[in-house]
């Protein structure tokens, strides 16, 4: 649940710094005005990136949320270097809001390796169960 919460909350976050409207216009658009690009058109491709890419955050969030909760070790494994990852670029990139949400699905996950929710993510067996 707490991995989810911070793919919404990267949602909320990216939603927001792509609608606002005092955003600056991106490095490339004084490169691209030079060849006659009106910067509002670079801008408006900023934007639709952002967006993109926050839908694609929480879709990946949600999808591997949703696969550790039906057990799947390799899911716990890609969640902790999705919020490795994560942690990284907040903090070299100065972004509280990510480094949040990180440590958010962090502090989920840090809970998914106790010993106590080792047995939901041991091997099953597949096959009948033995008589006894």
């Not at 976050?13 to 690009?37: E, H, I, S």
């Not at 057990?71 to 969640?79: E, L, S, T």
């Not at 010993?115 to 091997?123: I, V």
Request: glycine share 8%; hydrophobic share 55%.
């Amino acid at each position: 649940m707490l991995i989810a919460s911070a793919g919404v909350l990267l949602l909320v976050v990216g939603l927001q710094a792509a609608l606002d409207p005092a955003r600056p216009f991106p490095a490339a658009a004084l490169q691209l005005q030079q060849l006659k690009v009106p910067p509002e058109s670079v801008l408006a491709v900023a934007r639709v990136a952002d967006v993109a890419l926050a839908v694609v955050t929480f879709g990946l969030y949600v999808f591997l949320a949703t696969l550790v909760r039906e057990g799947r070790n390799w899911a716990r494994v890609c969640c902790c270097l999705l919020i490795t990852a994560a942690l990284f670029f907040g903090i070299r990139d100065n972004l509280s809001q990510h480094v949040g949400a990180a440590l958010l699905a962090g502090a989920g996950l840090g809970l998914l390796f106790l010993p106590r929710a080792g047995r939901y993510f041991a091997p099953r067996r597949s096959g009948p169960e033995p008589l006894r």
